[in-house]
């Protein structure tokens, strides 16, 4: 689309910003709702440089693994309401429909006793969400170990496992750790981190986690656990799709514990958390040297 009594060429930020303009005056004027569907810059930025975005009411992100299903309709700006909400929706056979319970398709497919995988409530806007993090570590065949992240961030991949070999005695020095979060989800909060950890240590000592536990946390330099903001929310989730057990920081506060149904297990440090739900001859140290 573009204009031809402008002298800039079509998709020039000229181009877009009167384009939009037009739109936009004519939209408001005849009381009509429009759609625009502006470029996306390698980098994930709507180009012009976000000109589109700035001169809209509402601005839409959708978002999803190209190899998967799952695709999230995430919104950035909302001059009428809140941008804490986010719809789920599935791509099929004859498009895009909604996802009534995101948190039980995430889980369809998870397997029974799988070393390395452990369920973490997430906040997604608005919506608490369950999805399954994997994690797998391997003898290295190269002088630098690879610390890979797919769906979580490479840098806190980084922390979680800097923080396991020093306050609990892990030897990953010389093991590839990879961890992927399924349904290509991108997860981008800290309290995830307790999850990541654990899924780490079932994978390393080859010992899975109990199929009816869940875990949030925010995993600390010095090995301690972490508050995750909204607690009451994720717990409440994982009790619905009837987890028995949730892993909370040990300062949680009591409101935030959700229902009787479920019983949650406090834990101060990421070695306590290891040792109580993957049990070992050798337990692991609560502080290494």
């Not at 996306?40 to 001169?55: F, S």
């Not at 999803?64 to 599935?90: C, H, M, P, Q, Y």
């Not at 609990?168 to 990879?178: E, K, N």
Request: charged content about 20%.
């Amino acid at each position: 689309m573009y204009d031809p009594s402008l002298s800039s060429h079509p998709g020039n930020v000229s181009q877009i910003r009167e384009c939009a303009r037009r739109l936009l005056e004519w939209g408001k004027a005849n009381n009509v709702p429009l759609i625009l569907t502006g470029h996306v810059t390698k980098g994930g930025d709507i180009a012009g440089p976000r000109v589109l975005e700035h001169m809209v009411d509402v601005s839409l992100y959708m978002e999803g693994d190209a190899v998967s299903s799952w695709r999230l309709l995430r919104g950035v700006k909302n001059r009428f309401g809140s941008t804490n909400e986010v719809g789920v929706l599935e791509m099929t056979g004859s498009g895009l429909l909604d996802v009534s319970d995101p948190s039980e398709s995430f889980l369809l497919d998870r397997p029974k006793g799988a070393m390395g995988s452990v369920v973490v409530p997430v906040l997604e806007g608005n919506r608490a969400l369950l999805v399954e993090i994997q994690a797998l570590t391997a003898p290295s065949t190269i002088p630098t170990p690879r610390r890979v992240a797919t769906g979580y961030d490479a840098h806190r991949l980084l922390l979680v496992c800097s923080v396991a070999m020093r306050t609990c005695g892990m030897p990953l020095a010389d093991y590839d750790v990879i961890v992927n979060v399924t349904g290509g989800l991108k997860i981008a909060e800290p309290a995830a981190d307790l999850g990541v950890a654990l899924a780490i240590a079932s994978s390393f000592r080859s010992v899975p986690m109990p199929g009816d536990f869940a875990a949030v946390g925010e995993v600390g330099l010095s090995g301690e656990i972490r508050r995750a903001p909204q607690t009451e929310r994720r717990v409440k989730e994982a009790a619905r799709l009837g987890f028995r057990k949730c892993l909370v920081p040990g300062n949680t506060d009591d409101r935030a514990c959700g229902p009787e149904a479920l019983h949650y297990q406090r834990v101060d440090t990421l070695a306590q958390a290891i040792n109580m739900c993957l049990p070992i001859t050798r337990r692991i140290s609560e502080a290494v040297a």
